[in-house]
T-cell receptor, first 112, second 115 residues
Framework: GNSVTQMEGPVTLSEEAFLTINCTYTATGYPSLFWYVQYPGEGLQLLLKATKADDKGSNKGFEATYRKETTSFHLEKGSVQVSDSAVYFCALPNQAGTALIFGKGTTLSVSS | GAGVSQSPSNKVTEKGKDVELRCDPISGHTALYWYRQRLGQGLEFLIYFQGNSAPDKSGLPSDRFSAERTGESVSTLTIQRTQQEDSAVYLC?????????????FGSGTQLSVL
């Protein structure tokens, strides 16, 4: 079945540093891919998505490109802020298309 | 309220007791999902409701787990004879029929601790 693997955390960065959080997937076909974020004390929320190969999802300065050649969907941001401190989850649909399968989450801590 | 509401936010119970967790989805959202997140693990899909269709129960880990939803409103997740391995954060999410899993709205979860 479909599955997703994301890099283990925690990731600790200084403000304005470059961020990459790796995510690779295994899937039948080419499903949509997602990044969700959970800020402290809040529920998970959709950060960005890409619906087909070579698509780039972007939001709040974050980007991720759907790469079918490497089955990857890495999350990047050029200059992180303290307010980006959160847990980030990579996700894709299950084979039935009824729900999302999530990675284990990567905790990002940004210090000023 | 505007978002998905879950209650209680925290629940401590003794091994062997039954617990009920509640989820109030966003009004008008026909799809409702339950997930479990154990410490250090990803979100584990439990069950999916879509309107009046038969639920997808494929993620329920054992027959001690069950969930109900009345129409398109509140859902209750019940865990019978709780075990220590049931300790986790239980998350509820909802979405519209049109969007489905493309955009899930999550509640803040119920932290369940089984002693």
């Amino acid at each position: 079945g479909n599955s997703v693997t994301q890099m283990e955390g925690p990731v600790t960065l200084s403000e304005e540093a470059f961020l990459t959080i790796n995510c690779t997937y295994t899937a039948t076909g080419y499903p949509s891919l997602f990044w969700y974020v959970q800020y402290p004390g809040e529920g998970l929320q959709l950060l960005l998505k890409a619906t087909k190969a070579d698509d780039k999802g972007s939001n709040k300065g974050f980007e991720a490109t759907y790469r079918k050649e490497t089955t990857s969907f890495h999350l990047e941001k050029g200059s992180v802020q303290v307010s980006d401190s959160a847990v980030y989850f990579c996700a894709l649909p299950n084979q039935a298309g009824t729900a999302l399968i999530f990675g284990k989450g990567t905790t990002l801590s940004v210090s000023s | 309220g505007a978002g998905v509401s879950q209650s209680p936010s925290n629940k401590v119970t003794e091994k062997g007791k039954d617990v009920e967790l509640r989820c109030d989805p966003i009004s008008g959202h026909t799809a409702l999902y339950w997930y479990r997140q154990r410490l250090g693990q990803g979100l584990e899909f439990l069950i999916y409701f879509q309107g009046n269709s038969a639920p997808d129960k494929s993620g329920l880990p054992s027959d001690r787990f069950s969930a109900e939803r009345t129409g398109e409103s509140v859902s209750t997740l019940t865990i019978q004879r709780t075990q220590q391995e049931d300790s986790a954060v239980y998350l509820c999410a909802s979405s519209t029929l049109q969007v489905g899993h493309e955009k899930l709205f999550f509640g803040s979860g119920t932290q369940l601790s089984v002693l």
